[in-house]
């Protein structure tokens, strides 16, 4: 899972870039919530990787290692749909990383280290994002109850379920990898 959240947490800082490069003057609101999100991602894939040594993996294995197809995929959708059909679409991964994330990473962590009996040290990239990360969702929240045209809702709603999709596909692709690693 880690490897594999390195793949897409890498993109979400150029993301941005091409976010708040593509957004109207009309949204300079969104752009400049656009340059705080960028602040406060910055380096994030490298919190993943130490995570990942921590565990006792070589990180620049997982660091110059190819993404799943699925998560090739998610990345792929985000950079297109930003460039296709515009940049509030990058919103709708918001929601769903986000959502996903606060709702689970906590609980995921602490099954995840009682397993496996990893120290919480390698846990920092869930824990950051877990109950901890409460204010990105009501930061979020404001932002989106900003945005009042019924098409632009529609862009962001639109790709949320796209994104819903792309996200279970990652994790879907990591059980069945793990299956066949079992069965041979």
């Not at 993301?15 to 752009?31: C, D």
């Not at 990893?118 to 979020?140: I, M, N, R, T």
């Not at 632009?152 to 994790?171: C, P, S």
């Amino acid at each position: 899972f880690l490897q594999q959240a390195y793949h897409h947490v890498k993109h979400t800082t150029p993301l941005l870039m091409t976010v708040g490069g593509k957004l109207p003057s009309s949204k300079e609101w969104l752009r400049d919530a656009v340059a705080e999100y960028i602040e406060e991602e910055l380096g994030h894939q490298e919190w993943i990787l130490n995570d990942i040594a921590a565990c006792g993996a070589d990180k620049e294995q997982a660091r110059h290692s190819t993404p799943n197809f699925s998560t090739e995929l998610l990345v792929s959708y985000a950079y297109d749909s930003v460039n296709r059909i515009g940049p509030l679409s990058f919103f709708g991964m918001v929601l769903v990383l986000e959502g996903t994330s606060v709702a689970l990473a906590d609980i995921a962590a602490d099954h995840i280290a009682d397993a496996l009996s990893l120290p919480k040290a390698a846990f920092s990239y869930l824990y950051s994002h877990g109950s901890l990360d409460q204010e990105h969702v009501v930061f979020y929240e404001n932002l989106m109850n900003r945005i009042d045209d019924p098409d632009e809702q529609m862009i962001v709603i639109n790709a949320a379920k796209r994104f819903y999709k792309l996200y279970g596909d990652m994790f879907r692709e990591l059980d069945q990898k793990s299956q066949v690693a079992k069965a041979a």
